[in-house]
């Protein structure tokens, strides 16, 4: 069995439907993204799963309890908006949230310094957290959520509003996280998503559109292509002609014109002919490539509507 089965859930607000109807597991040992543009519905699924909301339908099962059974102290969670106490310390802050999870003064400590060292944050564990920078304090969130050695750990949208070296940062943090631990995150930015998760779930209107492991979706989308890109649009019409008539068919978007291909072959003879036409009238082109279709483009596909 998975280490969580979510079956049916659904969640309305008055007339508003949060979550429509969704089934899916997650894979222990595994780290999973939930995947979807703003208002998709993921943090109220991720309310659910956390216990912190009740389903309006549907069961959230965890392996080894019974259904419905309280999981909560098998789940460390970091919500999209941290609630953190700006006027204590680093350390005082993780260690009462140890306190809350049911460990005494001393194990509560020596647990908040081996997280607070194991996310780089000792320098500062006797400052105030009202001046610790976005990533530090998403760096203290996390400690709190993984204070009680959870078995999964949920993330709502952890990098989002960090800046770009906050960002790194976390997103290393996670990696390094993931070889130990079962995570569930969300996240609105598929490159995200690609970089650390093995299982992808695409939610869109809360429903699920996409449920996958992030292989086979690589090998489901990706498709050979050749692109060229030349110094303005209206080129690009008179290219698209000429090769189309000869049965290469691609797209443009702006000066950056695509042929996609079912297979290799495909785009090796489609190439040739693209570079052949580029050494006739090399003028106004800019560059040429081969390579391969984005998880971007069918993630733009799958939420879009
Ligand atoms: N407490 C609430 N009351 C009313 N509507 C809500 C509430 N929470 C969420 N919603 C609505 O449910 C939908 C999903 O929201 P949310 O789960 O926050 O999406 P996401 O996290 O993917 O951005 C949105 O339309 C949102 O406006
Ligand atoms: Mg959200």
């Known amino acids: 069995m998975a280490l969580v089965e979510v079956r049916g859930l659904r969640k309305t607000f008055g007339p508003v439907v949060a979550v429509a109807d969704v089934s899916f597991e997650i894979k ?4 999973t993204a939930l995947l979807g543009p703003n208002g998709a519905g993921k943090s109220t699924i991720l309310n659910i799963l956390a216990g912190l909301l009740p389903a309006t339908a549907g069961t959230v099962r965890f392996e080894g309890l019974a259904e419905g059974a309280d999981h909560r102290s098998l789940i460390g969670y970091l ?7 700006g006027w204590m310390t680093g350390l005082e802050y993780v260690r009462m949230a140890g306190e809350l999870t049911g460990l005494d003064r001393p194990a509560a400590d020596l647990r908040a310094r081996e997280l ?6 000792e320098a500062a564990q006797n400052r105030r957290i009202g001046g610790y920078s976005g990533g530090m304090k998403q760096r203290i969130g996390l400690c709190q959520a993984l204070v009680n050695r959870p078995r999964l750990v949920i993330l709502d949208e952890p990098v989002s509003g960090l800046d770009p070296v906050g960002r790194r940062e976390l997103l290393d943090l996670l990696k390094q996280l993931k070889s130990e631990s079962t995570i569930l995150f969300s996240t609105h930015v598929l490159p995200d ?3 650390l998760s093995d299982d992808i779930l695409i939610v869109r209107a809360g429903a699920i559109v996409i449920d996958s ?4 979706l690589r090998a489901r989308y990706e498709r050979p292509i050749v692109e060229l890109e030349l110094d303005d649009e209206a080129t690009a019409g008179s290219w698209l002609e000429t090769l189309a008539s000869r049965g290469v068919k691609g797209e443009h978007r702006g000066a950056v014109i695509r042929w996609k291909f079912e297979t290799s072959a495909a785009m090796r003879a489609g ?8 050494a006739s009238r090399p003028e106004g082109v800019r560059r040429i490539e081969l390579g391969q279709t984005s998880l971007e483009d069918m993630f733009l596909e799958a939420v879009r509507q």
């Open 79 to 85: 919500p999209q908006q941290v609630a953190l106490f």
């Open 28 to 31: 222990e040992g595994h780290c």
């Open 116 to 121: 607070i060292g194991l996310l780089g944050l």
């Open 213 to 216: 492991s992030l292989t086979a």
């Open 271 to 278: 190439a040739a002919d693209v570079y052949a036409s580029a």
């Open 193 to 195: 998503a690609e970089e």
